[in-house]
């Protein structure tokens, strides 16, 4: 069996995650058991989530133990089988984690699944037609649930989750505004994801100017606001909602290494009559097959041209994942491994 280097969370950073909060470690695969699958990975996700899991707080997921694997999302390729559903070659996503193979139970569900590689490729099932794509697509379709013809904003547009929430906001016809970090991110924004304008948050780094800058691009107001940031851009976007404007709480990244987030504002909550609601795509398996059914379509159509950003090697994946927490991935941030 082949030897498996993996990385482990080593210690718990005390506020900045650090690399040397990981630690690079090597493993023989054991052989496998009746029902057992072994999947050499290809990709290995890196997704801001996981800065939550390096903690021992409180959360809705239990912190990342100690010395384990660190969690995280794999695609790869049956590289051996006792399971009947499962052929060597097979390409599968799953849960491996940070490392260069893991064993699967081919029986429990959802732990692995087979995917369609024809229109798609393999990496984009981490990503646009992935776990990413769905949370665009359930924070838009579930609590947004634009009309056409409204604006809707994004907050980190040019991600991977952003970038899936442009080409599914504009095939419902609305207007589509992102807010990134940078000219380059914000010229891609608009030639190559079709968003309608993107705000460079670093152009404008208060709450007055971004609501400014929010005005002249949305000069009818916003009624859909997709949170992937927090901070001040959510303040600046807040000032923006139209009354009953719809809020879906995705993500707080500039909070993740633990920087204080107060809302300047919430009156705002009642005299526009605002619907906030947060939400874990991972709790709304249900929609999944419909959301990634759509996803895949875009893609396949080329109205979703995901952008990637890929480091090489499992011992680079502690740095790129670092990076990633400071928006020096231009678009989805994977490891390749093979
Ligand atoms: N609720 C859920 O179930 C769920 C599921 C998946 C993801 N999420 C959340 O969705 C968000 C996007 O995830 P993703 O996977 O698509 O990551 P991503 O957008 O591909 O990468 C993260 C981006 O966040 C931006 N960023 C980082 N620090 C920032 C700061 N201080 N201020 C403003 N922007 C900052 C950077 O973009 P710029 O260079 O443009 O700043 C960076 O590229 C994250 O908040 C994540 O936690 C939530």
């Known amino acids: 069996m082949p030897t498996n280097r ?13 690399a040397s909060n990981f630690k690079l470690v090597s493993a023989d695969t054991p052989a496998l058991a009746d029902g057992q699958v ?3 990975h290809h990709y290995l996700s890196l997704d801001p989530y996981m800065r939550g899991r390096m903690n021992d707080s409180k959360s809705y997921a239990a912190p990342q133990p100690l010395g384990e694997v660190m969690i ?3 695609v790869g390729e049956v590289a051996e089988s006792r399971h009947p559903k499962f052929k060597v070659g097979d390409p599968v996503v799953g849960m491996g984690g940070w490392q260069e193979y893991s064993v699967v139970d081919g029986n429990a569900p959802g732990l692995l699944r087979k995917v ?8 984009y099932y981490l990503g646009a037609v992935g776990m990413p794509g769905v949370t665009a697509w359930y924070g838009l379709t579930q609590i947004i649930n634009p009309q056409a013809g409204e604006t809707v904003v994004v907050s980190a547009a040019t991600g991977a989750v952003g970038s899936a929430y442009a080409a599914l906001a504009k095939a419902r016809g609305c207007r589509v505004v992102g807010i990134a970090g940078g000219p380059e991110k914000c010229r891609y924004a608009v030639e190559e994801l079709h968003f309608d304008a993107c705000i460079d948050y670093r152009e404008h780094g208060d709450v007055k100017a971004m609501a400014k800058a929010l005005k002249e691009a949305c000069p009818k107001g916003i009624d859909g606001y997709f949170e992937n940031v927090g901070g001040y851009i959510l303040d600046a976007a807040l000032l923006r909602t139209n009354a009953f404007a719809r809020v879906a709480v995705c993500g707080m990244i500039a909070g993740y290494d633990g920087a204080p987030l107060p ?7 009642l005299i526009n009559r605002l619907k906030i609601e947060g939400f874990i795509v991972t709790e709304h398996l249900d929609v999944w097959p419909q959301a990634l059914q759509e996803l895949g379509t875009l893609v396949a159509q080329g109205q979703l041209k995901p952008r990637e950003t890929i480091a090489q090697g499992i011992e680079a994946a502690p740095e790129a994942f670092l990076g990633l ?6 678009g989805k941030q994977l ?3 093979i």
Not at 116 to 123: E, I, K
Not at 325 to 330: A, D, I, P
């Open 6 to 18: 993996q990385i482990v969370l080593d210690n718990r950073p005390e506020a900045e995650a650090t």
């Open 38 to 40: 072994l999947v050499r």
């Open 72 to 74: 995280g999302g794999t």
């Open 116 to 123: 369609d590689t024809t229109h798609v490729p393999l990496s």
């Open 263 to 269: 809302l300047q504002n919430p009156a705002l909550i």
């Open 325 to 330: 927490l400071k928006g020096k991935n231009f």
């Open 335 to 337: 490891v390749k491994l």
